[in-house]
């Protein structure tokens, strides 16, 4: 499910891309047939790169809050969480260490009722 969610935001991410080239491709054949200047073929290029991006970046940020929402109805927990998780375990893992002093061992080779 997470690996489909992935290609779709790929795909999309892709489309803009494609999008985009093709305008500017379309843009050029203008300016080279004299239906547009230059300078006015920059300007919507430009504006258009704009969107694109704008677009592309609320369409990550939407596939991304549906992967999450995923996630979670599925019971995954986020790379985050578990990172917490291992450091919490750590944390008291070290405590542990600290509270349990080790007992004396007994000297080698004596034995304390011969004396």
Do not use: C, Y
């Amino acid at each position: 499910m997470v690996d489909a969610l992935r290609k779709l935001l790929l795909a999309g991410l892709g489309a803009l891309d494609l999008s985009e080239e093709k305008a500017k491709a379309v843009f050029n054949d203008l300016v080279a047939r004299g239906e547009i200047s230059e300078n006015d073929a920059k300007e919507l290029v430009s504006s258009w790169t704009k969107r694109a991006a704008e677009h592309r970046g609320r369409l990550q940020e939407d596939v991304e809050q549906a992967v999450q929402r995923a996630l979670s109805a599925i019971g995954i927990a986020r790379q985050t969480e578990i990172d917490s998780l291992k450091a919490k375990i750590d944390e008291l893992e070290a405590k542990l260490a600290g509270r349990e002093a080790p007992s004396p061992a007994p000297p080698t080779g004596v034995d304390p009722s011969n004396r």
